[in-house]
């Protein structure tokens, strides 16, 4: 049972340059969100889907795009790449009444 | 706004000893969660209080919850080296986490 994966664990950009990362969840989960985390801070939340076909804004949303794929999975996606969005990247998902399941994140630096 | 704010922000102490780790929140909530984070990795869920429970044991783990003043309790007791790391409490409501306790047990 792999949990919450996600895809890549690492990633330079460059200023500008655009890419998606992937999450996936095997656990049947409806929910599913996506966290960024900054050296010495707790997570903020970027964008959240409650269920497949829905996304909604979380706290700090600019400059990011998603998709719920299908239920398994959540995408995340940086269409011009700013030095201010390097971070850890988390995926979660959870099931009703339930906490929440993390991905190992991915790492992320914009040049 | 901040759901959950811990305190201390960074916490060391000797092997065997007690830490006690504090949570605040703003609003009404259905449940509390504690999690740990170990360098490098995702956040793994500890525990879970319901709003209309006081205290819960997992193990060496003791978690209380006071509603009237919005506050949580983490306790580990026994702790050994491999407790270290990044503590955070998160409520539902608002998805949102605290910038943690960094725990650090020396051996």
């Known amino acids: 049972n792999a949990g919450v994966t996600q895809t890549p664990k690492f990633q330079v950009l460059k200023t500008g340059q655009s890419m998606t990362l992937q999450c996936a969840q095997d656990m049947n989960h409806n929910s599913m969100y996506w966290y960024r985390q900054d050296p010495g801070m707790g997570l903020r939340l970027i964008y959240y889907s409650a269920s497949e076909g829905t996304t909604d804004k979380g706290e700090v949303p600019n400059g990011y795009n998603v998709s719920r794929l299908n239920k398994r999975e959540f995408s995340l996606r940086l269409e011009s790449a700013a030095p201010s969005q390097t971070s850890v990247y988390f995926c979660?998902?959870?099931?009703?009444?339930?906490?929440?399941?993390f991905g190992d994140g991915t790492r992320l630096s914009i040049l | 706004s901040q759901q959950g704010e811990e305190d201390p922000q960074a916490l060391s102490i000797q092997e065997g000893e007690n830490a006690t780790m504090n949570c605040s929140y703003k609003?009404?909530?259905?449940?509390l969660q504690w999690y740990r984070q170990n360098s490098g990795r995702g956040l793994v869920h500890l525990i879970l209080i319901r709003s209309n429970e006081r205290e819960k044991h997992s193990g060496r783990l003791r978690v209380t919850l006071d509603t009237s003043k919005k506050s949580s309790s983490l306790l580990i007791t026994a702790s050994r080296a491999a407790d270290t790391a990044s503590y955070f409490c998160a409520t539902t409501v608002g998805l949102t986490f605290g910038e943690g306790t960094q725990l650090t047990v020396n051996p």
């Open positions: 979660a998902s959870r099931g009703p009444n339930q906490p929440q399941h």
């Open positions: 609003t009404s909530i259905n449940n």
